[in-house]
């Protein structure tokens, strides 16, 4: 396990094919066929180019989920880009990542995910016009177009959502409308390109869903277990409805 | 919910105490008890303060899932300690973190969480003196000494896993016994003041049982039902005994 795996695009996609071909592959056809749609570029060897947004206050959880689960697959090209390059504060302030592109030299990409933040981040990218553009801009060249959490008001803003359903995170379902858009409670929303996810911990669901579309479901599948994602949350929390109680502290002890 | 809010210590406590004072206490006390050899700091209005390491080659979502719980309590104030200050480079590449501290910076701390990482990230700590006494150091003052996936190799590598249980990811078990350790299948595994989580999503379970350890069980669920933890894998995956195949394309397709 210590040792580093460097294979070739041909040699991954031989090594794919053979242990597709030496495991019960007719099991797998029928309970977890690849989306016949989807990953196409992936079986050509092409590279999957995605852009993962960071702003200010962004919720470091939307942006991580995913690029723990894409950032497997062999050949996709991860970037993280800002409104400038350089560091950028999470919400919770002490974890800084760092924006290897400014939003102005991405010009395109294949999957363009936009991760929540806090209130003053958000507020932030609501204001201002330049990102607003460049989500547009992106989103008529992509395949698909993802937001996490809160990441989906920023969809709204750009206008992406008109006449749309989304996921988002609980506390920001009542926005959506401002944006054209119904509130989804599914974990994930799919209408057309456009893919959400539900609050902060969805994002790992979405990242191992992206992978699914980007390399079939076996792949995704392995991506699981690489991530071994069997989850157990220590405890029982029902849907914000349910728990009053606990949306009081969520709301007025916890930070934000 | 696009309202900051900033509330005193005091103010957290009287808010605290009059919500539970509202809600059903007994349903919490009974179902929910927090431990009362834990929280003690907490509910002395303590800061609480925890350092996260982090080293080239780290699993982004290691560090970052215990950070995304921990970060949401009143009063934690968290640091990310490195063997120097400055960008680190995660697993994939095309993510940096900053680490605000140097760990000879760092003499004490309250929670000391090691997070795993790829096999270059792990060979370079397993070689590195300077980080082995320091984790010795820090371990001797710490309330909790952590680990998340392959960072229980580098607990080990310290000397602080001899006789004891721990979880780490299921690619690195097979090494827990050259440090005198014993592998555990549990999602967490707790051994006096050391705490090990299995592989990298363990992360989120880890950081809400911290939160638990921490701020008591109704905070944290608190913090689960923030971060919308009810999680919905994409696929069922079994243990990776029962996955012959997947275990195949994780160590030969995947990137590490």
Known sequence: MIDN??????KILSTTTALL?????GKIATSYAAPSDSNDMFQKGMPMDITIFV???VTAMDAIGPYEALRRLPDARIRFAGISKGPISTGGQSLQLIATHAIRDVTRTDLLLIPGGGPDGLKAMMANAEFHEWVRHINSGTRWTTSVC????????????????ASTHWRSKNFLPKFGATYSEQRITTSGKIIS?????????????LCALIAGDQIARAVQLAMEYRPKPPFTVGAPEQEPELVNIVEHVLRT
Chains 1, 2 share one sequence.
């Open 5 to 10: 795996i460097d294979i070739s695009r041909r």
């Open 55 to 57: 702003f200010d206050d």
């Open 197 to 209: 996810a539900a609050g902060v911990s969805a994002a790992i669901d979405m990242g191992i869903h």
């Open 150 to 165: 809160s990441g989906a008001l920023l969809l709204g803003t750009a206008g992406l959502l008109k006449g749309l359903q």
């Open 21 to 25: 071909g030496t495991v019960a592959l």
